[in-house]
C-alpha cells in the first residue's frame, strides 16, 4: 500500500517558539493531504485540508494563523505551529487519500508526530 | 453535524475469545468507513475499508460489517490473542467523498494471555 511519512516523529520546544512538522508521500502523488490532532486518550479531530497549489481549508475553531500549512508539491505538506505554548502539546497525525490504483477511497496514515511544548 | 460513536468504550478479554466492536453513525449519508488499530504513542495502521455500496469486509482474523440505513459497523475479530491489544477506531467519510474523515471514539481493547 501506499506509504504516507512524517518528520519529526517527535520534537520538544519552549513555550513561544515556532515547530514545522513534515509529512510526505512517499510514492504516490497526493493534492490533498490532511492534519489531525489527538489530545491523550481522545480521538482524532481534523483540524485542515492542505491543497497543493492553493490555500489551506481549516476546520471551524482552529485558528489558521496559528497553524500555517504549506502544500509546496505534490508529495509534501507541511504544518507549522506558530508561538507554540503548552496546550498545543499533542499528536499530530497527516494522512492522503489513495489514488485508484493503490486502493480506492483509501485513506493513509502517516506515523504521527508528537509535540511537547515546554 | 455527522457524530461517531464506538462502544464499548474499554474491553478486557480473555485469549481466544471472539470479540464485536460497534461503530455507530448519526448520518447514514457516508462515502466510506474504515477501521484502524493504533497502538500506544503510535499512528494508525488501516485494517479494513467498506464503501458505501459494500456490505461486509474481511481480513484474516477480522471482518468488518456496514448497515448504511442503521448507521452502524462491527468489527468482529476471531479468537483474539494478546497481539490485538490495542485502541481501535472506526472513521467515516462524508458523503461528497471529501476524505474528511470523522474518528469515532475509539474501543481500547486489552486481550490477556
Known amino acids: 500500500g501506499a506509504v504516507v511519512s512524517q518528520h519529526p516523529s517527535w520534537v520538544i520546544c519552549k513555550s513561544g517558539t515556532s515547530v514545522k512538522i513534515e509529512c510526505r508521500s512517499l510514492d504516490f502523488q497526493a493534492t490533498t493531504m490532511f492534519w489531525y490532532r489527538q489530545f491523550p486518550k481522545q480521538s482524532l479531530m481534523l483540524m485542515a485540508t492542505?491543497?497543493?497549489?492553493?490555500?489551506?481549508?481549516?476546520e471551524q475553531g482552529v485558528e489558521k494563523d496559528k497553524f500555517l500549512i504549506n502544500h509546496a508539491s505534490l508529495t509534501l505538506s507541511t504544518l507549522t505551529v506558530t508561538s507554540a505554548h503548552p496546550e498545543d502539546s499533542s499528536f499530530y497525525i497527516c494522512?492522503?487519500?489513495?489514488?485508484?490504483?493503490?486502493?480506492?477511497?483509501?485513506?493513509?496514515f502517516g506515523p504521527g508526530t508528537r509535540l511537547t511544548v515546554l | 453535524k455527522q457524530e461517531v460513536t464506538q462502544i464499548p468504550a474499554a474491553l478486557s478479554v480473555p485469549e481466544g475469545e471472539n470479540l464485536v466492536l460497534n461503530c455507530s453513525f448519526t448520518d447514514s449519508a457516508i462515502y466510506n468507513l474504515q477501521w484502524f488499530r493504533q497502538d500506544p504513542g503510535k499512528g494508525l495502521t488501516s485494517l479494513l475499508l467498506i464503501q458505501s455500496s459494500q456490505r461486509e469486509q474481511t481480513s484474516g482474523r477480522l471482518n468488518a460489517s456496514l448497515d448504511k440505513s442503521s448507521g452502524r459497523s462491527t468489527l468482529y475479530i476471531a479468537a483474539s490473542q494478546p497481539g490485538d491489544s490495542a485502541t481501535y477506531l472506526c472513521a467515516v467519510d462524508l458523503a461528497s467523498g471529501t476524505y474528511k474523515y470523522i474518528f469515532g471514539t475509539g474501543t481500547r481493547l486489552k486481550v490477556l494471555a
Open positions: 494522512s492522503a487519500p489513495g489514488l485508484a490504483g493503490f486502493s480506492y477511497n483509501e485513506q493513509f
Open positions: 492542505s491543497n497543493e497549489g492553493s490555500k489551506a481549508t481549516y
